[in-house]
């Protein structure tokens, strides 16, 4: 496992230094990243979100079986479950592509967090800081950047500046040098945190809340993940906060697009029995007239 992460840190690195050619700003080169990843995972975020959905729409399915089979929970997590599997729902959905992004976290964070030189790795710092001594604090990116590499020598010189903030602190560390320094750092945590409450508000909007253990534990998930998030971020490095805010706008935007393509689902309704249906709107159905029941009485009376 160790050798799979450290190759995930060095793939990591090497795109940022190919951005970084590109475009020589180090914090745009982390938005690129960033987008990079999340067009990598649509494919995943696209089947998750539709998985999501389907667990939305068969709400008045599962209340009925709870209601039909409260006294037999056996039963009752039988029909559950073969309900969802034929509609293809999952009451998880929308937090899969996030899990599986873990890995990248992890690896960027190395990447972009401060290490203490060691005897080991003094060898690839030295390549950019020549006069470097074993326990100094450097760029963690430096050990796998390739020699000569332009990222490189602008992150030994300390040029990692981003709207305000050098992208390889912490605002734990720029909280240290005052709160003026710090400001930038905690809006960019704000951001973060608020744009996964938006995307989650967006996707559930207007639907009756899904019910059940699962469904319980999704929601409480989906409202402490963000805080979660922004809490452990005090002491991560500015970057991985950037990366984490921009992948929420990124895929707050596939998801509006996903919604043009599929339709939003409309909030159940109760027919004349008690149950509920739901059904999902296809693009430009709200441009349809809908028919004039009084159109045959107009036309008779015309006639007449």
């Not at 390549?127 to 100094?136: A, E, S, T, Y």
């Not at 390739?146 to 050098?166: E, I, K, R, Y």
């Amino acid at each position: 496992m160790g050798a799979i992460f450290d190759s995930i840190q060095a793939a990591l690195a090497y795109l940022l230094d190919v951005f970084y050619q590109v475009i020589p700003n180090f914090g745009l080169g982390i938005v690129i990243l960033t987008v990079v990843v999340n067009l990598l995972l649509f494919p995943l975020t696209l089947k998750q979100t539709r998985a999501t959905r389907a667990f939305q729409a068969i709400q008045p399915e599962i209340r009925r079986i709870q209601k039909e089979y409260k006294d037999r929970p056996e039963e009752m997590q039988k029909e559950l479950m073969r309900v969802q599997k034929e509609a293809g729902a999952s009451p998880g959905g929308c937090l899969v592509p996030l899990l599986v992004q873990m890995p990248i976290w992890f690896a960027l964070f190395r990447v972009l967090a401060q290490v203490q030189v060691t005897e080991e790795i003094l060898p690839r710092i030295a390549r950019f800081i020549p006069d470097v001594n074993v326990g100094d604090t450097v760029a963690g990116l430096l050990r796998w950047l390739p020699d000569g590499s332009a990222l490189g020598q602008a992150v030994a010189a300390g040029n990692t500046d981003f709207l305000g903030m050098h992208l390889s602190w912490s605002p734990a560390q720029a909280f240290a040098e005052g709160i003026v320094t710090a400001l930038p750092y905690l809006l960019m945590i704000i951001l973060m945190v608020a744009t996964q409450y938006i995307q989650t508000w967006h996707s559930t909007y207007g639907q009756a809340k899904p019910e059940g253990p699962q469904a319980g534990a999704q929601q409480a998930m989906t409202k402490i993940m963000p805080l979660f998030l922004g809490f452990i971020s005090w002491n991560f490095p500015a970057g991985l906060v950037l990366y984490w805010a921009t992948g929420n706008l990124f895929r707050l935007g596939q998801q509006i697009v996903i919604f043009k393509i599929d339709g939003r689902p409309t909030p159940a309704a109760t027919n004349g029995e008690g149950s509920a249906s739901a059904k999902v709107t296809e693009p430009g159905d709200e441009n349809r007239k809908k028919p004039q029941p009084s159109s045959k009485k107009k036309s008779r009376r015309r006639r007449s």
